[in-house]
């Protein structure tokens, strides 16, 4: 089965060019955020890699420490678990 198009009514061309403009303007918006967040990441990323003074402190606030088993909790747990 095909479908021959004779004719376009004259609302339906207005609909259309309705929705490409607003897909261009949604498209244009999204390239605007898209480079606006490579420019944030780009800038965050210098700032972590900078050598300035404070910058051992934003990485060292960035790292947890590591956990020892002695200092937890759920030491006295085991060590209950462990004697029995």
Same mark, same amino acid.
């Given at each position: 089965m095909a479908w021959i198009?004779?004719?376009w009514r004259t609302e339906a061309l207005t609909v259309?060019?309705?929705e490409v403009a607003d897909a261009d303007a949604y498209l244009a918006?999204?390239?605007r955020f898209g480079v606006d967040t490579r420019?944030?990441?780009r800038r965050q &990323? +210098?700032?972590?890699r900078a050598d300035g003074p404070g910058a051992t402190t934003v990485r060292a606030?960035?790292?947890p420490a590591r956990? &020892? +088993?002695r200092e937890s909790?759920?030491?006295?747990l085991f060590r209950a678990t462990a004697e029995q």
């Open positions: 198009v004779t004719s259309a060019a309705r918006a999204l390239e420019g944030e990441v &990323r +210098l700032e972590l606030a960035r790292k956990a &020892r +088993l909790p759920l030491s006295e």
